[in-house]
């Protein structure tokens, strides 16, 4: 019997936001992804981290979705919530909704501006 699974143990829930003034929403896959900078899991920093090397986060879509190619996307600056399909190694974010009303048009915002504890 298998007692550890991502959703038993090791599930992860993030919130993000969409870089600002990049091609984090030009998915090259044209599945509807978007680059997501994770807070607390990637640098702001983005001489460390720039948006072209984020994670392209797969979106959940509703099982009836007419345009599986092409779903509509998060606008840039957004918040996204989601979760890490592979648990505490965080390489593969799904994207499960947005968080209507967090938006910042030009650069990153975070829960504590102050906060210099983001890992890298």
């Not at 870089?19 to 090259?28: E, F, I, L, Q, Y």
């Not at 920093?45 to 959940?60: E, Q, R, V």
Request: proline share 11%; with cysteine; aromatic share 10%.
């Amino acid at each position: 019997m298998r007692n550890s699974f991502n959703g038993l143990s090791g599930f992860v829930w993030w919130i993000g936001q969409i870089p600002v003034g990049s091609n984090a929403r030009s998915d090259p896959l044209v599945q509807g992804r978007c680059q997501v900078r994770i807070f607390g899991w990637h640098t702001l920093d983005k001489s460390a981290l720039p948006d072209s090397d984020l994670p392209w986060a797969h979106p959940i879509l509703p099982i009836n979705n007419p345009t599986v190619n092409n779903p509509d996307k998060p606008k840039e600056g957004a918040w996204v919530l989601g979760f890490f399909m592979d648990g505490e190694s965080g390489q593969f974010p799904i994207m499960l909704g947005v968080l209507p009303g967090i938006t910042a048009p030009t650069d990153y915002i975070t829960p504590n501006q102050n906060d210099t504890s983001n890992q890298g």
